[in-house]
């Protein structure tokens, strides 16, 4: 089974400057989670979906921050003016949506820097 | 904030086993602990999950106590390959949210 798909793996950006990052979850599941991880800290939930609908974006800088999900299958995430503390891994995560006891299922990650 | 307390950092010798604690004295009666690990510059993986009971899979043991303020993952033979940060969660009582907090850093030897 295919796992959960991100592009790129890395991305060195100057502040100021847009960046996009992509997650194709795996095959049928319903629900897709955006997390940014600071170095040295856990995941920090930024946005999740469910299908192609918002459930929770309460973490998520909406003044720079985006995310999409048209279709109900694959995500971009957008920054846009970057600033220097946005350097993190972004982890895109999905899982079936099916309740409390769903696992969610993580992609590699695309570490961003910025300078 | 994470509802858990993990020791930073713990050693363990490759073939024995690991036992990494975790506290969550606020945990509600319906809410599920959850552990992941992240081995260096890869995403979480999920490990194992449980309510009540003590349960175990092909890659390790959850030991819950009777008032399911504290648990214990347990690899039973550790190797190299183990060593990763391990994060206890709490899962959000009617939710899919996890909320990590900074996990124990386990380093297995030879």
């Known amino acids: 089974e295919a796992g959960v798909a991100q592009s790129p793996r890395y991305k060195i950006i100057e502040k100021r400057q847009s960046v996009a990052f992509w997650c194709n979850p795996i095959?049928?599941?319903?629900?897709l989670y955006w997390y940014q991880q600071i170095l040295g800290q856990g995941p920090k939930l930024l946005i999740q979906f469910q299908n192609n609908g918002v459930v929770d974006d309460s973490q998520l800088p909406k003044d720079r921050f985006s995310a999409e999900r048209l279709k109900g299958v694959d995500s971009t995430l957008k920054i846009q003016p970057a600033k220097l503390e946005d350097s993190a891994v972004y982890l895109c995560a999905s899982s079936f949506g099916l309740g409390i006891a769903d696992t969610q299922y993580f992609g590699p990650g695309t570490r961003l820097t910025v300078l | 904030d994470a509802k858990t307390t993990q020791p930073p950092s713990m050693d363990c010798a490759e073939g024995r086993a690991a036992n990494l604690p975790c506290n969550h004295s606020t945990i509600s009666g319906n809410e599920y602990v959850y552990w992941y690990r992240q081995i260096h510059s890869q995403g979480p993986q999920y490990i194992i999950h449980?309510?009540?009971n003590n349960e175990t899979n092909e890659m390790a043991s959850l030991i819950i106590t009777e008032d399911r303020k504290s648990s214990t993952l347990i690899l039973p033979h550790a190797t190299l390959r183990d060593t990763a940060v391990y994060y206890c969660i709490v899962r959000v009582y009617n939710t899919d949210k996890l909320i990590f907090g900074t996990g124990t850093r386990l380093q297995v030897f030879p």
């Open positions: 449980g309510l009540k």
């Open positions: 095959s049928g599941h319903a629900t």
